[in-house]
């Protein structure tokens, strides 16, 4: 379904890449609470102290002290701190990315954004947010000094900054080797959950696709991330019926037709099953 019809603010991005200090932000913001938006870029939030919330594809993380949030294009989210925060914001475009070199496997193997599924905070120590903080103050710097080759600049700390972030993240280290056919393979079947997930349901379908046997797919899946491949794929139909329902008037039959289920009540199973909830229920939460 196109943005047009879901009721949900898609905010702009001012040039490729842009460094916020988040007290700089409460205030223009006048201590106001965000709204549910959603953008088309990546968004990182390096918190030093703060009080609130930040609620990411409808799974609240409450903020504290020394956390690094991160959001994927696409995802819902709002920013709640009633008290003054301390930190930093910065986002960067997939232009960014390109205009930089920088492949986005690199951004998919370091499993920082994770753009379906539970997106909790990074906790990190104190000498480790204080790297992070010192290329935050550098980013800065570099942005407001309009030098030359400035975003290669930014594009060096940006990677620097999401490497100390991944040493401090514990994943299965097997996900960082981008020579892995595995690590491919996951990549792969990642892009095409997003690609054709209103479409297509049973691993097989993305089997044939990749082109390998379901077989095959469900054990790289499973090893490399602990869900199996059925489980990747109804993360995401149930993120997006979520998203239909909290954000737009179509009815539940509509909502389960929208997302490849031809029939409600199949739909309305498949929902409960997932959240516990009815499809009626969580909208009325």
Request: charged share 20%; hydrophobic share 35%; with cysteine.
């Amino acid at each position: 379904m196109p943005d047009s019809a879901i009721h949900l603010q898609q905010r702009p991005h001012h040039g490729t890449f842009q460094v916020q200090r988040m007290e700089a932000i409460f205030e223009q913001m006048q201590g106001k609470s965000e709204v549910p938006h959603r953008h088309a870029y990546y968004t990182v939030l390096l918190i030093k102290k703060a009080t609130g919330k930040h609620v990411v594809d409808y799974q609240t993380h409450y903020f504290g002290e020394r956390q690094v949030h991160f959001v994927s294009p696409g995802q819902v989210h709002l920013v709640h701190t009633p008290t003054k925060p301390e930190g930093w914001v910065f986002t960067f475009s997939k232009d960014f990315l390109v205009e930089n070199s920088i492949p986005e496997s690199f951004i998919s193997n370091i499993n920082l954004f994770r753009p379906f599924g539970d997106s909790p905070p990074l906790e990190v120590d104190a000498a480790t947010f204080d790297q992070l903080d010192r290329l935050m103050t550098e980013m800065e710097r570099i942005e407001q000094a309009h030098l030359h080759y400035q975003n290669r600049a930014l594009g060096s700390l940006l990677q620097l900054f999401l490497i100390y972030c991944s040493n401090s993240l514990s994943l299965n280290t097997t996900q960082l080797d981008e020579r892995d056919s595995g690590v491919c393979l996951l990549r792969e079947f990642k892009v095409l959950i997003d690609r054709h997930f209103q479409e297509w349901h049973k691993v097989s379908d993305y089997a044939s696709e990749i082109p390998i046997s379901a077989k095959h797919l469900s054990f790289t899946v499973k090893t490399l991330t602990g869900k199996t491949a059925k489980e990747l794929i109804q993360d995401r139909l149930t993120l997006e019926a979520k998203r239909l329902l909290l954000h737009t008037d179509l009815a539940v039959k509509e909502i389960g037709y929208n997302i490849g289920f031809e029939e409600p009540l199949h739909f309305s199973a498949f929902f409960k099953k997932q959240t516990g909830l009815s499809p009626s229920d969580f909208r009325a939460q």
